[in-house]
């Protein structure tokens, strides 16, 4: 007759092979459960939107109609932006699509020691609110552009004054003047206009 105890026995080891065979699949089981919750855990910003294109800031200077001292290479002058026309009438410039006319009248005195000689669409420039300024050839009224640049070879004491045509966004706001001697950020000056 079979030992009822040695039967218990091979019963009792076979459950337990059976529990242990449950736990390493269950542990299995786990880890991949445990895997792909680390792998769902991952957090994806999205991309930010780019920031708004910035407006240029409003530069500091005397308003203009004032004279400016600029220390250029080799002499020093005295500058004056007398007047902005805005809108510049009657030039019969070549505006492109989208534009309007402006004119930057100047004058330049060469206080010495050195010849001071440029030009004047390189040495003038305006800053307008939005979008560029663009120098265009005005071949007749206040601002017509004549045949021998008004910025070249200014002798010592000697004055020289004329009007620089630009094409600039048609609902843009002008908001500094600039003259860069040489066409140059060096010795640069500003205007701040009331627009």
Sequence with gaps: MPDPSGRRTRVGLAAFAAIAVAVAIAG?????????????????????????PSRPRTPHGPLVGQTQRVHAPGTVLSVTIHQLLDPLRGSGAALPPGTRGIGVVAEIVNDGP??????????????????????????KGQCQTPLRDWDNEISVGESRGGCVAFAVPARARIIAARFSPHA????????????
């Design 114 to 139: 050195g010849i001071y000689d440029s030009s004047s669409t390189g040495d003038f420039s305006v800053v307008p609110s939005s979008g560029a300024a663009t120098p265009v050839f005005a071949p």
């Design 28 to 52: 299995c089981g786990s880890s991949a459960s445990s895997s792909s919750t680390s792998t769902s855990s991952v957090v994806y910003h999205p991309l930010r939107p780019p920031p708004p």
């Design 184 to 195: 140059l950020a060096s010795g640069r000056v500003t205007w701040s206009t009331a627009g």
